[in-house]
């Protein structure tokens, strides 16, 4: 099978990803993880409509969450890292679908 590479249209889907993501750690609900479990559940959708569609959606909200806390030169470390940590937290509770769920614990393994 060969390997996908990014084009400029899912660089977009990205963007929108963020966009999605600064409305998230905007919300009071955020704060938590049982809060932001909840909230990611309700958000999957968004990602979904915005993001390329359930399939691409899905895998950019997980790979886009964690890569929000992503610094190139220190990986996820420190206070980011830590964030990231409940981030990923709120992702085990296993109220997203299992796509996001499983991407976003790919794209932790990868990132620390």
């Known amino acids: 099978m060969a390997k996908k590479f990014l084009n400029q249209e899912d660089l977009h889907f990205y963007d929108k990803a963020m966009e999605e993501w600064s409305r998230i750690w905007n919300d009071p609900n955020s704060k938590t993880v049982d809060r932001l479990a909840e909230l990611l559940t309700s958000k999957q959708s968004d990602f979904e409509k915005s993001c390329g569609g359930s399939r691409l959606g899905r895998e950019i909200m997980g790979w886009s969450g964690l890569l929000w806390f ?8 420190g206070e980011d890292g830590f964030k990231a940590g ?12 299992h796509e996001v769920v499983e991407t976003a614990e790919k794209a932790w393994k990868l990132l620390r």
């Open 70 to 77: 992503y610094n190139a030169q220190y990986g996820l470390k």
């Open 86 to 97: 409940k981030l990923m937290e709120a992702f085990q509770q296993r109220k997203c679908s």
